[in-house]
């Protein structure tokens, strides 16, 4: 179990519409990422934030926006949900510096976006 | 797009057989990690080797690093019903530790 909560933990959307994702990171963790993960995939960066801005971004449309909070916590937004937006979202926490013992990331259950 | 990619898709196996898992990936790197994910939930980090190590040793885990063929190997010795679960390789995106991309992941199978 790692210290990283998410809400919802399942959300069922329709399409067009828009969403807010949850992330609580662990305890002295200061850079937050969000994966998205379709189901049978690995999962795909989408971006991460520290210091509560935005500090690299995967390919992805900026229908998908976040958001850090001076507590660490994040949010991830996406406006005019497709089908294809049918995935599990997770959040993972980390360090920033520190060496090489901070570089592992430590990941949240995930909230299960279905879009109908 | 996945950088790494695993093989097998899906190992099936007997309690206290070993199990490996390979995994490939296209570009430099400075690390490479391993996650196990339980039924589609959380990730949890299981070991990082760094591009100058050659392999690395955690409990019943045994993680092997090739750069010049730009491929890496987990090893589950003496296997658990409970190490069933999905194993995932991942690289730095950039050379950014922390920014990771991933393989498509091993389905792997531990039979009681």
């Known amino acids: 179990e790692t210290g990283v909560t998410q809400s919802p933990t399942h959300l069922i959307k329709t399409r067009g519409q828009q969403v807010t994702l949850r992330c609580s990171s662990q305890s002295g963790h200061n850079t937050v990422s969000w994966y998205q993960q379709a189901l049978g995939q690995g999962p795909q960066f989408i971006f991460q934030?520290?210091?509560?801005?935005?500090?690299g971004r995967g390919n992805f449309p900026p229908r998908f926006s976040g958001l850090q909070f001076p507590n660490y916590s994040s949010e991830l937004n996406v406006n005019a949900l497709e089908l294809d937006d049918s995935a599990l979202y997770l959040c993972?926490?980390?360090?920033?510096?520190?060496?090489?013992?901070?570089?592992?990331?430590?990941f949240g259950s995930g909230t299960q976006l279905s879009v109908l | 797009s996945q950088q790494g990619e695993e093989d097998p898709q899906a190992l099936s196996i007997q309690e206290g057989e070993n199990a490996t898992m390979n995994c490939s990936y296209k570009t430099s790197i400075n690390n490479l990690q391993w996650y196990r994910q339980n039924s589609g939930r959380g990730l949890v980090h299981l070991i990082l080797?760094?591009?100058?190590?050659r392999e690395k040793h955690s409990g019943r885990l045994r993680v092997t690093l090739d750069t010049s063929k730009k491929s890496s190997s987990l090893l589950i010795t003496a296997s658990r019903a409970a190490d069933t679960a999905s194993y995932f390789c991942a690289t730095p995106i950039k050379g950014s530790a922390r920014q990771l991309t991933f393989g498509s992941g091993t389905q792997l199978t531990v039979l009681p």
């Open positions: 934030y520290y210091r509560e801005e935005e500090n």
């Open positions: 993972a926490s980390s360090r920033a510096g520190g060496g090489p013992a901070n570089e592992k990331l430590f």
């Open positions: 080797i760094r591009s100058n190590e």
